[in-house]
């Protein structure tokens, strides 16, 4: 069974006049990609985290890199 983990964090947005991460780091894991991705939606509309604010987290599988998530949640299979 694969595990996927990730952990999320953000930036300040200038733009708004943030110049420190607007949240602590947090740690994500599921069984499926949809899962985490659930999570993660879910904890950027509670912390109104916008695009301004994103990171790009790496998503791991069984403790390997496996890709990373962009702002809307789409999953990219390449870590440029």
Do not use: C, H
Request: zero cysteines.
């Amino acid at each position: 069974m694969d595990v996927y983990t990730t952990t999320v964090k953000t930036v300040g947005n200038v733009d708004k006049q943030q110049y420190t991460p607007i949240t602590d780091p947090e740690d994500f894991w599921g069984i499926t990609i949809d899962e985490v991705r659930d999570k993660i939606s879910k904890w950027q509309s509670f912390w109104m985290v916008g695009g301004g604010n994103w990171t790009n987290p790496v998503l791991y599988r069984n403790g390997e890199a496996f890709g990373y998530f962009s702002y809307n949640l789409r999953l990219w299979d390449s870590l440029l």
